[in-house]
């Protein structure tokens, strides 16, 4: 059997690391805002690669992720250009972290997979069975107050 016939393992099974096109956005002090990226990301076997693109240019994704504890850490690599060390916790809702340029640059970061809604932002569920006409759990109309009451 030669190295091109040897079997590719699975990407990951674990819903926390599903491997494909992933979105998000970094934040740097210097420059306010949200700054957008998007990326498409391949998890096999605690190995995390990729390629993706923000702002700054076109990069490669290079690291480890732990099924035990969610942790990821990775270097961007901008092609032709500087590399950006991410470290982040994957708990289900994307991943989210730091990133570094040592010894200046650092902020924070959230991607999260193609899809799903922005964790970042609040989203209000509000549920509520509308009481049958009659129903005791009806609310009673409230009583007019009679103009001048409660003026003695």
Same mark, same amino acid.
């Given at each position: 059997?030669?190295?091109?016939?040897?079997?590719?393992? $699975?990407?990951?099974?674990?819903?926390? /690391? $599903?491997?494909?096109?992933?979105?998000?956005? /970094?934040?740097? +002090?210097e420059l306010p =805002?949200?700054?957008?990226?998007?990326?498409?990301?391949?998890?096999?076997?605690? #190995?995390?690669? =990729?390629?993706?693109?923000?702002?700054?240019?076109? /990069?490669?994704?290079?690291?480890?992720?732990?099924?035990?504890?969610?942790?990821?850490?990775? #270097? +961007?690599?901008?092609?032709?250009?500087?590399?950006? /060390?991410?470290?982040?916790?994957?708990?289900?809702?994307?991943?989210?972290?730091?990133?570094?340029i040592a010894p200046?640059? +650092?902020?924070?970061?959230?991607?999260?997979?193609? =899809?799903?809604?922005?964790?970042?932002?609040?989203?209000?569920?509000?549920?509520?069975?509308?009481?049958?006409?009659?129903?005791?759990?009806?609310?009673?109309?409230?009583?007019?107050?009679?103009?001048g009451a409660g003026?003695?």
């Amino acid at each position: 059997m030669s190295e091109t016939d040897t079997p590719i393992p $699975p990407t990951e099974a674990d819903p926390r /690391f $599903p491997s494909g096109p992933w979105v998000g956005f /970094f934040l740097q +002090k210097e420059l306010p =805002g949200r700054h957008g990226m998007e990326l498409h990301l391949t998890f096999r076997q605690g #190995v995390l690669s =990729g390629e993706g693109r923000d702002r700054v240019g076109l /990069f490669l994704v290079r690291g480890r992720y732990s099924l035990e504890d969610g942790s990821c850490h990775w #270097v +961007k690599s901008y092609v032709g250009r500087h590399d950006v /060390f991410y470290s982040g916790f994957n708990e289900g809702k994307g991943i989210w972290g730091t990133w570094e340029i040592a010894p200046i640059h +650092k902020g924070g970061f959230y991607i999260w997979p193609e =899809g799903m809604p922005d964790p970042t932002q609040q989203r209000l569920k509000a549920e509520a069975d509308v009481p049958a006409p009659g129903d005791p759990a009806e609310v009673p109309e409230e009583e007019p107050i009679p103009a001048g009451a409660g003026m003695e």
